[in-house]
């Protein structure tokens, strides 16, 4: 059973328990949350200029609009502004910055009508992130930048929580996906042949639900939900961020979700930065997650 939290106001402890049993929360528009889709719309309508980003397919040639979203999507990332921006909403919901640990976060574009679905605005199938050597502890934040519809939202998949999935994680390194394809995403405009884990075997989509915060409001989910990108038929680009944290004590304590089907080997750990000053995750913890790809793969 999936229950969906609105505006909780449980402590960050009891939540991720909650989170780790598949439970998923909605948060309504924070300060925090509106300052950083704020500071995302700033950039993208830089970025875009003199056109609306949510319309501006209808114009440009594909290569042109790859090409703005090659320079946009790193200079959002790694922007520090960006940084500061999530250590605010990790503090607004009641995280201990000081063992709450996160990554950056992505600048995700889904555009409308198949105009754009591979490489750099790549449209997820249906998948865990667990699939790509994401920790069991690991959290998804996921905020609209701006408003979103049933028609250009994500999905969630609740059967699967408990349901596994014939999948190809096995063939997933990270630090190998790292070096070989992740510079490239730019590179598939038309298709996109990076080899990502998929499921191996039909999924049923329904039942489905999608969440609609409001533009500073946020969905918190377990990295390993089934979820996917809706096919976006609403007639406007999707823009969303989304970024990921664990908690020390539990990557520590090897709590979190139960991995019922990923075979993926390597670790994100290493990404991840603390909330009080983004220094990295301790090293030791990472070695404690990370694992080698397996030879076949290394070679191939
Ligand atoms: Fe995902």
Known sequence: ?????????????????????????????????????????????????????????????????????????????????????????????????????????????????????????????????????????QLNWWLPVYDVMPTNAMAFHPRYWSQPVKNGSKDYNYAQWNKENRKNAAKHIKADNRKQPHPEEPIELEPQFRLIPNVGGMILFSAAQMHSTVPNTSGYTRFSIDFRTVHLDDAIARRGASNIDSACTGTSLGDFLRGTDFCPIPESLVALYDSPAPVETLTS
């Open 1 to 137: 059973m999936n229950t969906i939290f609105f505006d909780s106001p449980s402590s960050d402890d009891i939540r991720r328990e909650h989170l780790y049993n598949g439970q998923i929360f909605v948060f309504s528009p924070c300060p925090s949350g509106i300052a950083l889709c704020e500071f995302a719309r700033e950039m993208v309508e830089e970025a875009f200029t003199p056109l609306d980003p949510r319309e501006a397919q209808y114009t440009l040639p594909v290569e042109e609009y790859v090409a703005i979203l090659a320079r946009l999507k790193p200079a959002f990332i790694h922007h520090p502004k960006s940084k500061q921006l999530i250590q605010s909403i990790l503090k607004e919901a009641g995280c201990d910055l000081n063992k709450t640990y996160f990554d950056v976060p992505r600048l995700r574009t889904a555009t409308s009508d198949d105009y754009l679905t591979s490489g750099i605005a790549y449209a997820f199938h249906p998948h865990r992130d667990t699939w790509y050597s994401a920790p069991p502890c």
